[in-house]
């Protein structure tokens, strides 16, 4: 049976500017490109006219230390905890020649109202300089990093149409402030409405949105260019009754309990790709030297219209019925849950797209058509403890089963999916 499918649709106060130092010493170091330019060039007199008509005088120029800006637009959804989130990231170049310390960061709305603020233990967490193997809040001297930035506004708070950001970072020993730094749309497109991807009680949304490291932090360089396509990606396991995600020998891909359950299509769509013959992985280990074109494994990929596209990837080996061109229907079976590609437990992996593939393409967030929450386990740590040594997950106190429509699924809670 096919599932219904449809598209669904302050004045801040001034802030201490930075002193006379601090702007002497970067004047200095930005001397050098202003002296290329020389005098401009010579020309003919201006030819007698009116009077101009009288215009604004433009701003001030002010020089900022730490250039901003925002790659990919954030796109809002409506999560399960009924607030709109905002996921995006913040490139942040140093354009100095000596350290700088990013101390503070805040995403503010139209009429410069504040709606997040990254205190420094905040960046200090999820700032990744290039090149580095740590999140650190310092960037060397000509240094590129990614800030990743999260804002979850109140319920009931609809998204602003724009963002500016405000920015401390310490230079020199002194604090200097940089106001309306980063510009940015918020790109309020209709998110596709899907069907759930399982069927069956106790489903497992581990590293989901919108602050997981191994997703939502995931940036590579393709083509040329940053991109994030596990912005919203989900890896679905499953816990029996007693909280366990697998019984029995761990190295038995058996043992788990969603290896093998069936994969839908989660809309009506056309297969793009579709790859099978992948081995099973052992569980316990990442694969050593796996290319990232092999890293989905066994995986399909369906357009499912308007610049959507859905990855369904580590698929059971020998399991994957479609092939590229085929048309399905919500509800359809495209396989089975494995543990192909660089995965280290059975799981089904899903993410959404604005492109054609599942790497060199920028991930999208999305809306579960209908679901029950049944729980949410406390912890990034507590999942990992539970896949690692087979431990009960431990789960937040105080959740009841509760429905839900039309809403993103978070990260950790534990869902009910209708059979097609």
Do not use: W
Not at 159 to 184: F, I, K, M, Y
Not at 277 to 293: A, F, K, L, N, S
Not at 364 to 379: H, I, K, M, N
Request: with cysteine; hydrophobic share 40%; glycine share 10%.
């Amino acid at each position: 049976m096919s599932a219904r499918r449809r598209p669904r649709p302050v004045t801040v106060p001034a802030r201490r500017p930075a002193s006379a130092p601090v702007l002497a010493a970067l004047v200095a170091v930005l001397a050098v490109l202003s002296a290329c330019s020389g005098p401009p060039p010579a020309g003919p007199p201006p030819s007698p006219a009116a009077a101009p008509a009288p215009f604004a005088a433009p701003a001030e120029p002010v020089l900022t230390p730490v250039v901003a800006d925002v790659p990919y637009p954030p796109v809002p959804v409506l999560g399960e905890d009924e607030r709109t989130h905002l996921v995006y990231e913040l490139e942040l170049t140093n354009f100095t020649p000596g350290p700088v310390t990013v101390e503070q960061v805040e995403a503010l709305g139209p009429a410069g109202e504040v709606l997040g603020t990254l205190g420094a233990a905040d960046v200090a967490s999820r700032l990744k300089p290039s090149g580095g193997a740590a999140y650190a809040p310092n960037l060397a001297g000509g240094q590129h990093g990614m800030l990743f930035v999260h804002v979850a506004l109140p319920p009931g708070t609809p998204a602003p149409p724009s963002l500016t950001h405000r920015l401390v970072a310490r230079v020199g020993g002194q604090a200097v402030t940089e106001e309306s730094v980063a510009p940015t749309t918020v790109d309020a497109r209709r998110l596709p409405v899907l069907a759930p991807p399982l069927a069956g009680e106790g489903y497992l949304a581990a590293d989901g949105c919108c602050d997981a490291v191994r997703h939502t932090r995931a940036a590579l360089p393709v083509n040329g260019s940053p991109v994030l396509a596990q912005r919203y990606a989900i890896d679905y396991e499953r816990v029996g009754p007693d909280g366990r995600i697998y019984a029995g020998p761990k190295e038995d891909l058996r043992s788990y309990r969603i290896y093998g359950n069936e994969v839908f299509a989660v809309a009506e769509g056309t297969v793009v790709t579709a790859l099978d013959g992948q081995p099973e992985q052992v569980p316990g280990t990442y694969p050593e030297d796996i290319p990232i074109t092999l890293a989905d494994g066994n995986y399909v990929l369906l357009d499912v219209g308007n610049d959507f596209f859905v990855t369904f990837a580590h698929l059971q080996t020998g399991s994957v019925r479609v092939r590229p061109g085929d048309r399905v229907r919500a509800g359809d079976v495209l396989g089975l849950v494995g543990n192909t590609g660089n995965s280290v437990a059975p799981h089904l992996h899903l993410h959404v797209t604005d492109g054609p593939s599942s790497i060199a393409s920028q991930g999208l967030p999305y809306l579960v058509d209908e679901f029950t929450l049944t729980g949410r386990v406390a912890s990034t740590a507590s999942f990992d403890r539970a896949e690692a040594d087979g431990v009960p997950v431990e789960l937040t106190p105080g959740i009841a089963p509760t429905p839900f429509r039309d809403r993103m699924v978070l990260d950790q809670a534990i869902v009910t999916y209708r059979r097609p």
